[in-house]
């Protein structure tokens, strides 16, 4: 396929994605070759990472331009594994500039001990942080899906609509998802939400230490 991306553009959101990158390694939520990031170029091309490559460790050419449909915009490239899922998420939200993904063991071990189809967080101030509530008196489901190595599938289940209450999901057992306006608003989301999973799995430890 022909290439019909800004090169420049390419290059400004390959030097976005490769800190973030830097600052989900620092936090240990990209361990191994695990993770996928990337950032819209334009209504219909966005940057994403190729398939492996360690997120701390990213340079420009690990980051490949694909169309909204995940195919990549110059042949040879390979994507990485999860592309459809955030081609979903800018198909369905155009207001979205960028979108983050990592395997960190709180929404990892936390998505597997909830079995309902969502994990409740409730009461913290850092929900706030989300922007779209302004109190921290609210109850917010985070949706939880079950994983699958089918992406196809996984869209299906997901949904044509994603949730407008939270920047993000969890897939069960893998990991979390979050979005924003731009990649330093899509991280302030992560983190929000990376710190409210790992609130929730301490008062879980700290529940069955008190009934031990």
């Not at 240990?28 to 994403?48: C, E, K, M, Q």
């Not at 994990?119 to 008196?137: P, R």
């Amino acid at each position: 396929m022909d290439s019909f991306f800004d090169a420049a553009l390419l290059a400004e959101a390959a030097d976005q994605l490769i800190e973030a990158g830097r600052r989900m390694d620092r936090f240990g939520w990209v361990p191994s070759f695990g993770g996928n990031i990337s950032a819209r170029l334009d209504g219909r091309s966005i940057a994403i990472t190729r398939s492996g490559g360690r997120k701390g460790f990213l340079g420009r050419d690990n980051i490949i331009a694909v169309d909204l449909e995940g195919r990549p915009l110059n042949a040879g490239d390979r994507p990485s594994a999860e592309t459809l899922l955030h081609c979903h998420v800018y198909r369905d939200l155009p207001e979205v500039g960028a979108v983050l993904h990592g395997h960190s063991v709180a929404a990892t071990v936390l998505s597997r001990l909830v079995t309902g189809p969502a994990i409740t967080l409730a009461g913290y101030e850092m929900i706030k942080a989300f922007e779209i509530h302004h109190t921290h008196d609210v109850r917010v489901s985070v949706p939880v899906f079950e994983n699958s190595q089918d992406m196809e599938r996984l869209v299906h289940d997901i949904g044509p609509e994603l949730p407008r209450h939270i920047p993000g999901y969890i897939l069960r057992g893998h990991g979390a998802y979050a979005w924003g306006r731009t990649v330093d608003n899509a991280m302030a989301n992560l983190e929000a939400l990376e710190f409210l999973l790992q609130c929730e799995l301490e008062t879980l430890k700290v529940r069955g230490l008190s009934a031990a």
